[in-house]
């Protein structure tokens, strides 16, 4: 018989008195207060919050090519730890995912972990080389179901090239996620420019490398009515654009990332390359920015840009270090601390931000759905009381890198279901 579970004392959003849930067949069966167990495992979760189950716009699996930092096993077994009961799964591996046979490769694996649904992306250009679009309708076509197009990592820069990407993509409902970071603007960047980089002596990757390519951007998707959306928007420039894009109607969707959300570039000051990353930790003026901007729906999504990286190329010098670090074993609680504690954010507005329109965006068949009766049971249960202390060593994840280690964090998910079978949890 399949399985299934009766959650005890849940706070659906958060919200109200708590109920019971019951899962079954793959659904959520029931929703009342004092359900009967009758052949159903119980999981007492009194007083935890019901979240839908996560959804993840931004994930790096690595595999294949880079299976010695992360394997779509390892990287799903984390995203289902954080919560996530489906990733999008980045196109820059090795080879790239440029094509229908590395992307049914990727949702392949995806479906044999069993841990999340895994959607590939598909890259924009052939090996991610800026010069050729790759075969967009035949990844949209194949058993992976493409509809999010990205050359993350790079930017396509050439904007003939990315107005022709947005127009044909249209054609199967795609979206253009684009890494917006002017090519020209951050030869040997390190580091965010301003006043830390002057102090440390490292190269600086200025603001405007990303807001002019976003506000190219969203002029390109208006004049060929397409779809786009930015990847990990960073600093408040790129928020004001996007604001103003919204309020023209152009059809731009954003994503900013937790570390964005909690950190600032005042991290790189002990040249832990822990902290380097692509786009890079901004001023406080900026954090202060992207949290205005995902609290008033600017920003639509929190995507987690998870990129884990081996010891080896992170343990170095910052210069030689990789840019990336992890996120979805933490992202909910990173969350929680910087906009729901703080009061910028209630738990129905992180489930918006966290589970329906990411799947919108990516429309994915399935997620995002409201809690209720009859939705398929892809389900979080985070315990509010449950602070914790981030210890790498500890990490599902194959990487280490992760830029919380040691960090207290105030709340836990404790359970993760995808389609009614429970892929995290104990007890
Ligand atoms: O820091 C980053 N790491 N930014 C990106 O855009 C790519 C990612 C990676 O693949 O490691
Ligand atoms: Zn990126």
Not at 13 to 41: F, I, M, N, T
Not at 351 to 362: H, K, L, N, T, W
Request: proline share 5%; hydrophobic share 45%; aromatic share 4%.
């Amino acid at each position: 018989m399949a399985e299934s579970w009766l959650l005890r004392g849940v706070l659906p959003y958060g919200e109200g008195a708590p109920v019971d849930v019951r899962l079954a067949d793959g659904r959520v069966a029931e929703l009342a207060p004092g359900l009967a167990p009758g052949s159903s495992r119980v999981l007492e979760a009194a007083g935890q919050v019901l979240l839908p189950g996560l959804v993840d716009l931004h994930t790096h699996l690595r595999e294949p090519g880079r299976e010695d930092a992360e394997t779509v096993e390892t990287g799903t077994r984390a995203a289902a730890a954080g919560g996530f009961t489906a990733v999008h799964a980045m196109a820059n591996t090795d080879p790239v995912a440029d094509n229908a046979g590395v992307v049914e490769q990727v949702w392949r694996l995806g479906r044999e972990a069993g841990h999340c649904d895994v959607a590939p992306v598909g890259a924009v250009t052939i090996g991610l080389r800026g010069e050729a679009l790759s075969e967009l309708g035949t990844m949209a076509d194949s058993a992976a179901r493409v509809r999010v197009f990205s050359d993350d990592g790079l930017c396509v820069s050439d904007a003939s090239l990315m107005r022709r990407a947005l127009e044909y993509v249209k054609a199967f409902d795609g979206v253009i996620a684009q890494h917006a970071q002017e090519p020209r603007l951050t030869v040997g960047a390190q580091m965010n420019e301003g006043v830390v980089s002057s102090r440390l002596g490292l190269t600086g990757w200025p603001s405007v490398a990303e807001e002019a390519v976003i506000a190219r951007d969203c002029l390109l998707a208006a004049h060929v009515r397409s779809r786009l959306h930015v990847c990990h928007v960073s600093t408040r420039g790129s928020v004001d654009i996007l604001r103003l894009a919204k309020a023209r109607g152009i059809d731009v969707t954003a994503e900013v990332t937790p570390h964005h959300l909690l950190l600032t570039d005042e991290a790189a000051c002990g040249y832990d390359a822990t902290f380097k990353v692509n786009p890079p930790l901004r001023t406080q003026d900026d954090v202060d920015a992207v949290r205005e901007g995902l609290a008033d729906g600017t920003l639509d999504v929190v995507a987690t840009d998870h990129a884990p990286h081996t010891s080896q190329d992170k343990e170095t010098e910052w210069g030689a270090a990789l840019p990336g670090m992890t996120g979805l074993e933490t992202a909910l609680a990173v969350v929680a601390e910087t906009m729901v504690l703080p009061g910028r954010l209630t738990w129905r507005q992180v489930a918006d931000r966290m589970s329906a329109r990411p799947a919108v965006i990516g429309r994915l068949e399935g997620h995002g759905r409201p809690l209720a009766v009859g939705e398929p049971a892809n389900l979080a249960l985070v315990d509010t009381g449950a602070a914790w202390t981030v210890d790498p060593a500890a990490s599902v994840s194959r990487s280490r890198n992760t830029p919380f280690a040691g960090r207290r964090l105030p709340v836990r998910v404790t359970a993760t279901f995808l389609r009614g079978a429970r892929t995290h949890g104990e007890g």
